[in-house]
């Protein structure tokens, strides 16, 4: 039993580092013609599709700070998404398409969660951006606020959650 011991020990260790695997993801990307691209980390989606057009497009993924761009300008089917679970821009058939996303994520002390989004774009196409809540009674996020347009926009727009750790008794 005691021989034993360090292996059961070596193999806790081992998943306690499987569990707490961290992964920083960053992309930058310019050019000119057809592009495609889509990313999911951390609770983070992004796309961005182009047709014949000059294209500048990045992003940054990690858990707590994460980013995305897109610049675009040329051609009519141009597209950009990018969403959590509490915020969400859709931006399509875009001739014009100038995009960014600051995302943070941090957890507070005693098990609480703070989520943050900010989404500023200019341009000329169909947007739809929308926030999100948990309702508690169902089992899916409502959808408290949203906004749709069509033609040339500048949009500004920040979500903030913060969420309590849930008291249990005993």
């Known amino acids: 039993m005691i021989r034993e011991l360090p292996l059961v020990v070596l193999a806790l260790l ?4 499987i569990a707490t695997a961290e992964m920083e993801l960053r992309e930058d990307f310019s050019g000119t013609g057809e592009f495609q691209a889509r990313s999911d980390l951390y609770g983070v989606k992004d796309r961005a599709t182009t047709r014949d057009a000059d294209l500048v497009y990045g992003h940054i993924f990690s858990q707590s700070n994460s980013f995305s761009g897109f610049k675009v300008q040329g051609g009519e089917k141009n597209a ?12 399509r058939d875009a001739s014009v398409i100038n995009a960014t996303a600051k ?3 941090a957890v507070l002390e ?3 969660e703070e989520r943050y989004s900010l989404f500023s774009a200019q341009g000329n196409g169909t947007v739809r951006e929308s926030a999100f809540m948990n309702n508690m009674n169902r089992s899916r996020m409502e959808e408290v606020s949203s906004i749709f347009h069509r033609g040339p926009f500048s949009l500004n727009s920040s979500v903030k959650v913060a969420t309590a750790p849930v008291n249990s008794t005993i």
């Open 14 to 17: 081992a998943l306690g580092f």
């Open 80 to 91: 950009y998404s990018v969403g959590t679970r509490d915020h969400q821009l859709q931006i």
């Open 103 to 105: 995302i943070t994520q």
């Open 110 to 112: 005693f098990s609480g």
